[in-house]
């Protein structure tokens, strides 16, 4: 079993390619891993890999803040 443990950020560690387990060595479910930062499908920073996601009104707010700002 190899372990890849994200720079920057310990709450989540890779045990294997998609299987993610928390600091207490329990194995996140697919909903789990959904609401992390993960760097699969994206390039991101290795800082932001296992933060949680913003909360969807947040996204929704994000997107049309700059149109109402205009």
């Known amino acids: 079993m ?3 443990q994200f ?3 310990a709450s989540i560690t890779e045990v294997s390619p998609g299987v993610y387990i928390d600091i207490n ?7 789990q891993v959904r609401q992390v930062v993960t760097p699969h499908d ?3 920073a290795n ?3 296992g933060r949680a996601l913003a909360k969807p009104w947040m996204r929704c707010l994000s997107l049309y803040l700059p149109l109402v700002a205009c």
């Open 7 to 9: 720079d920057g950020n």
């Open 2 to 4: 190899s372990l890849h």
């Open 47 to 49: 800082a932001l890999v």
């Open 25 to 31: 060595g329990h194995q996140l479910s697919p909903q």
């Open 42 to 44: 994206f390039t991101v």
